[in-house]
């Protein structure tokens, strides 16, 4: 399983701040830190209600540039979601840029998806809040191999019941490609701020985004559904294990520990009465009792009903293969 830690604006614009979340996100033991990267006059008119406070948490370009400098020293990738062509700009430049997430709101930015194809890295696409049409354009821009579509968005928090997990394995069965979920349940909900992407996990989603930030009490942006580090390290150990549960779907292998519990639990077939070698095998010469250990089961054992058998058997004794002539 693949942990994000967003850091959104957490930050509150603050670089201080920012780079006590990003030493939480990594020694948290994620896999990756998102940056939400933007220029305020390119995301929203001055006439937004919004644009005031998003210059609030406008960091300079020099601050991103020592963060993510920061952050390519250390074993953790490093996803950008730039809001705008010059943020993309500038982050690429770095040479650090592991992956790129695409906005929910920036689905109609063709010029910023078009630059971002050309870095050929993998790309995850906000798709909270998306129309089915769009979703279906937007993801026929990438190559399918690289793409991972994210479903999930921001409510301040999002309710329970708006949380559409039914998403995820519908964009798993319409596409083809990894498919994620971006969490942002009330982080004062003990229980459902972990069973929500828990169960997303075991709907098929193979990336988990999740908020973090340094206190809670702080209020600060995106305090509503952000973990606090400690929090935040119980939540990345509990998706790592979460694969090992949900396991691979691509074939129907058993574990080591199926077998095993094949073996203690499973009846096998085993004679009802004694056997002379030279004898017909018959449907009345099998029972089906615990062995521990493995053996024919009902559906292998009546392919050799009519053959005869090659050695002696005693009451009780497994039936196998090699037990009959050729």
């Known amino acids: 399983m693949y942990v994000i830690a967003e850091i959104a604006s957490a930050h509150d614009g603050d670089y201080n701040i920012a780079k006590k979340i990003i030493n939480s996100a990594i020694n948290s033991g994620a896999d990756a830190i998102k940056l939400q990267v933007f220029k305020r006059n390119s995301l929203l008119i001055k006439t937004n209600?919004?644009?005031e406070n998003f210059g609030e948490v406008e960091l300079t370009d020099d601050n991103w540039l020592k963060l993510i400098a920061k952050i390519s020293k250390k074993n953790i990738d490093l996803i950008i979601e730039p809001y705008d062509l010059e943020s993309f700009k500038l982050c690429e430049s770095t040479g650090f840029i592991q992956s790129y997430k695409i906005p929910a709101s920036s689905l109609n930015d063709r010029d910023l998806m078009s630059e971002v194809?050309?870095?050929k890295k993998p790309v995850y696409i906000g798709v909270g809040g998306a129309k089915k049409i769009e979703i279906k354009k937007i993801a026929s821009l990438f190559d399918k191999e690289l793409i991972t579509l994210l479903t999930g968005f921001q409510n301040f928090p999002t309710k329970i019941e708006d949380s559409n997990?039914?998403?995820?394995?519908?964009l798993k069965k319409d596409y083809k490609c990894n498919i994620g979920y971006a969490d942002h349940t009330d982080a004062e909900d003990m229980a459902m701020?972990?069973?929500?992407p828990s169960m997303a996990v075991a709907k098929g989603a193979t990336i988990i985004?999740?908020?973090i930030t340094d206190d809670r009490s702080r209020k600060g942006r995106d305090y509503f559904s952000a973990l606090e580090p400690n929090e935040f390290k119980q939540f990345v150990n509990l998706m790592h294990q979460l694969h090992e549960v949900v396991g691979n779907d691509n074939d129907?292998?058993?574990?080591?520990?199926?077998?095993?519990?094949r073996k203690f639990s499973k009846k096998v077939a085993v004679t009802s009465r004694s056997i002379s070698s030279g004898e017909k095998f018959e449907s009345s010469d099998v029972v089906f009792k615990r062995t521990n250990d493995e053996?024919?089961?009902l559906f292998?054992?009546?392919t050799f009903f009519g053959k005869t058998f090659n050695k002696a058997k005693k009451v009780d004794e497994p039936i196998n293969k090699d037990d009959f002539c050729e």
């Open 252 to 261: 129907w292998v058993l574990s080591k520990a199926e077998i095993e519990y």
């Open 295 to 297: 053996g024919l089961s």
């Open 49 to 51: 209600p919004y644009y």
């Open 117 to 119: 194809k050309i870095t």
């Open 193 to 196: 701020r972990f069973i929500i």
């Open 300 to 302: 292998d054992i009546e």
């Open 165 to 170: 997990l039914w998403q995820i394995s519908k």
């Open 209 to 211: 985004e999740k908020h």
